[in-house]
């Protein structure tokens, strides 16, 4: 078992394993920078996370905004130095469809959020992660039916191999240890999109999960 690190950034943290992810590190007294689009999710979640004890810095942006995750980059060395501890469960769902009735803005839309901003970030992140001597980078991976989800299937695709292809890289004493994790089913809104007649009852729960997956890397 690892020290818990002091500080960590969990993009994609207002609700599901990334929620549960933030909470479980804040109550080991881990700092969370928590980045996600919807401000009234993130402040729940901030309430959750102060209840008990811990603590939060709230950044309601989109990670597919190039300018504002260059800024919190910016601002984590400003106000830190470095950052032990990426979490990305970030993801974009599109609707389902025939592969043959694939919608381009959907698919667009997709591969900006689980391919584009992913190839952004791990440069932003990296130096601040080999600043802390190294740190640890954690993304989750998933399996789907191939059915009715080529644009999911193949953004995520893509979104394995760079993980796969920094894994490869990172030989030095100072890179980052690069995890890729892969959850149970849980009863998420992603799996909702994919599953939407399941029993529910039957899935792993996101803080079960978040115990499991954290703790079998030591965090």
């Excluded at 207002?14 to 920078?33: D, M, P, Q």
């Excluded at 469809?97 to 667009?108: E, L, Q």
Aim: proline share 6%; net charge neutral; glycine share 8%.
């Amino acid at each position: 078992m690892t020290d818990h690190p002091t500080l960590a950034l969990v993009t994609g943290a207002s609700r599901g394993l990334g929620a549960a992810i933030a909470e479980r590190l804040a109550a080991n007294g881990t700092h969370v920078v928590a980045v996600a689009r919807t401000q009234g999710a993130l402040e729940e979640l901030d309430d959750r996370i102060q209840a008990t004890g811990g603590q939060a810095t709230l950044a309601p942006m989109d990670i597919c905004d190039a300018g504002a995750m260059q800024h919190l980059c910016r601002n984590i060395h400003d106000r830190w130095g470095a950052l032990p501890l990426w979490v990305h469960t970030a993801v974009q769902t599109p609707p389902l469809s025939p592969a043959t009735m694939a919608d381009d803005k959907d698919f667009a839309k997709a591969l900006d959020t689980n391919v584009t901003a992913l190839q952004r970030l791990i440069p932003y992140v990296s130096p601040l992660l080999m600043a802390s001597g190294g740190g640890q980078a954690v993304f989750f991976d998933d399996d789907r039916p191939l059915k009715f989800a080529s644009a999911y299937m193949a953004t995520k695709a893509a979104q394995r191999a760079l993980i796969n292809a920094w894994q490869a890289e990172a030989t030095t004493a100072r890179a980052a240890r690069v995890h890729l994790l892969t959850p149970r089913p849980m009863p998420t809104a992603v799996r909702g999109r994919f599953h939407p007649s399941e029993n529910r009852d039957a899935l792993a729960s996101p803080h079960d999960e978040a115990a499991r997956l954290m703790g079998g890397i030591g965090l």
